[in-house]
């Protein structure tokens, strides 16, 4: 039942997230990025593919984490509220961002199944290092709801990211 649960708020949330945010950003990008979270199994580390599709103003992430004999999966989704420039020189160009998104994270701990899903406040900043790649940071606060193994509000969570975007030509 609580798989079942964690699964509809998954599919939900891919669903309905394209019509949640009326702004259309241009562009095709997809990198790797490396992370490391706080929350409710305690520290851990990730890998994870990020990927912006020019037809959607989110910034999507799946990331697969490892740590100690748990194993999780995530998916976020983030609109960029404020994406301005903080340096804009001849070649050099650094950008900071603020935004709010929504995460879905499962896996097991200690052998037990657990789900949770809510809202993440994605700030960062962004370098690029030319019209094809760039390199950003990001600090992700968030707060949800933990479905399983016990339901539990708020389910705080903390992760900061590093990644390298390349960015495909039009």
């Not at 301005?84 to 020189?89: K, M, R, Y």
């Not at 949770?116 to 606060?141: M, Q, T």
């Amino acid at each position: 039942m609580k798989f079942r649960a964690s699964l509809l708020v998954c599919v939900t949330l891919l669903i309905l997230s394209p019509f949640a945010f009326a702004d259309h950003s241009k562009g095709t990008g997809i990198g790797g990025v490396i992370g490391t979270n706080y929350g409710i199994a305690g520290a851990g580390a990730n890998l994870g593919l990020s990927l912006k599709l020019p037809s959607m103003p989110i910034f999507w992430a799946a990331y697969l984490g490892i740590q100690n004999q748990n194993v999780a999966f995530g998916i976020t989704g983030d609109k960029y509220l404020y994406d301005q420039d903080l340096v804009s020189e001849k070649d050099f160009n650094l950008d900071w961002y603020f935004g709010i998104g929504g995460y879905l994270n499962m896996g097991t701990i200690n052998n037990q199944f657990l789900s949770a899903a809510g809202v993440r406040f994605p700030a960062g900043l962004s370098w690029h290092i030319n019209k094809e790649y760039e390199l950003f940071l990001a600090l992700d606060p968030s707060v949800g709801i933990s479905l399983s193994p016990e339901l539990k509000f708020p389910d705080l969570f903390f992760a900061a990211e590093l990644g390298l975007r390349y960015w495909m030509k039009k």
